[in-house]
């Protein structure tokens, strides 16, 4: 356990639906970042924030997507009108930026299939 | 972003040493070498970083070539438990992770 939580842990919907999934990372961790990982590759960057502030979105970012950090601490990832595409594991990792360190520290995933 | 090649899987038999390569021939001189590994089922997570030094910690020794353009991870007494999906990533100071396809390691008992 990395300290680092997301629930839920399986989500299934139908094609269409929106879906929101959390994130809450180490909780002096001021950087916390999104990924999307299909069967046989490695996570895809989707986007990152510094405290509250979103700071990159990847192209992979549709405007399907949304991702909010209110006040620094948790996180969630909005999916709106689902497709099969969507389908995927939906990694979190959180890490204390400072000057030269940039560790991540992930959680367990969400993992989302879309009927 | 400069890219990194590994094989695609490997084998090793249970309590011995491991030596992952990882090729990284454009790598920049600010760019950092790190390890994440993903064991199944799970989030990946560190192993290991370095720059220019050869690198040791609980984990493992990151070995890295004098001109860096490759290096090796090293996995000194493998156990079942280090089967898992092995990254070699570089990334700029501070920037975000780029994952490739890692390396499958198989222990075999």
């Known amino acids: 356990d990395t300290g680092v939580s997301q629930d839920p842990r399986h989500k299934i919907t139908k094609r269409g639906q929106n879906v929101t999934f959390r994130c809450d990372p180490i909780?002096?961790?001021?950087?916390l970042y999104w990924y999307r990982q299909t069967l046989g590759q490695g996570p895809e960057f989707l986007t990152y924030?510094?405290?509250?502030?979103?700071?990159?979105k990847s192209r992979l970012l549709s405007d399907r997507f949304s991702a909010e950090r209110p006040k620094g601490s948790f996180s969630t990832l909005e999916i709106q009108r689902t497709e099969q595409g969507d389908s995927a594991m939906y990694l979190c990792?959180?890490?204390?930026?400072?000057?030269?360190?940039?560790?991540?520290?992930f959680g367990p995933g969400t993992r989302l299939t879309v009927l | 972003d400069a890219k990194t090649t590994q094989p695609n899987s490997m084998e090793s038999n249970e309590e011995e040493p491991v030596h992952l390569p990882c090729n990284h021939s454009?790598?920049?001189?600010?760019?950092?070498i790190h390890w994440y590994r993903q064991l199944p089922s799970q989030g990946p997570e560190y192993v290991i970083h370095g720059l220019t030094s050869n690198v040791n910690n609980r984990m493992a020794s990151l070995a890295i070539a004098e001109d860096r353009k490759s290096s090796t991870l090293i996995l000194h007494r493998a156990t079942l438990r280090d089967a898992a999906v092995y990254y070699c990533?570089?990334?700029?100071?501070?920037?975000?992770?780029?994952f490739g396809k890692g390396t499958r390691l198989h222990i075999l008992p």
């Open positions: 454009t790598i920049s001189g600010t760019d950092y």
């Open positions: 990792a959180s890490s204390l930026w400072r000057r030269g360190r940039n560790t991540q520290y």
């Open positions: 909780s002096e961790h001021n950087r």
């Open positions: 990533i570089l990334n700029k100071r501070d920037d975000k992770i780029i």
């Open positions: 924030f510094q405290n509250e502030a979103q700071l990159e």
